[in-house]
């Protein structure tokens, strides 16, 4: 995912690559398929990472690498609707394209879960803050006798 203020790179700890055992099960396959996925994802091809990595995924459901590396490759490619909020970098993905996608409601759930499972994450915290803000801002638009904190403070 390219937002928050890694500059464009995941900001998590790097994961390990999938275990022997898993390469192991899909006759090296698998880790074939996601090495060569993230190859292209790190080269900006991220839909094409995103065929290879949906392979690897199919080969192995449980691998939280492949799973992670596929939803960068999905967000990446602009398939929003196809982000597994299976941990934190997940769901902050998914409320990012939920954002974007125009429904911030539904994104403020996820960035909260996001914030709430690493809560020092500084770019889920501001993603969270940025959506809330949107929804306040409709909020008043729509009912524009509900004052807001600061037209009381004011007195306006």
Do not use: C, W
Request: proline share 6%; glycine share 10%; net charge positive.
């Amino acid at each position: 995912m390219s937002e928050g203020s890694a500059g464009g790179q995941d900001s998590r700890q790097a994961k390990e690559p999938p275990t022997p055992k898993e390469r192991d099960a899909a006759g090296g396959d698998t880790y074939d398929l996601y090495r060569r996925g993230l190859d292209l994802l790190g080269r900006g091809s991220a839909a094409a990472a995103a065929q290879l990595l949906e392979r690897a995924a199919a080969a192995e459901p449980q691998s939280r690498s492949v799973l992670e590396a596929l939803a960068r490759a999905q967000f990446d490619a602009g398939r929003y609707a196809a982000a597994s909020p299976s941990d934190d970098y997940a769901q902050f993905g998914l409320g990012l394209a939920l954002a974007r996608t125009g429904d911030p409601g539904a994104a403020a759930e996820h960035l909260a879960l996001a914030a709430a499972m690493q809560p020092d994450r500084r770019h889920y915290t501001d993603a969270l803050r940025s959506v809330r803000a949107t929804l306040r801002a409709r909020s008043q638009t729509q009912n524009p006798s509900i004052e807001g904190p600061e037209r009381k403070r004011r007195g306006v």
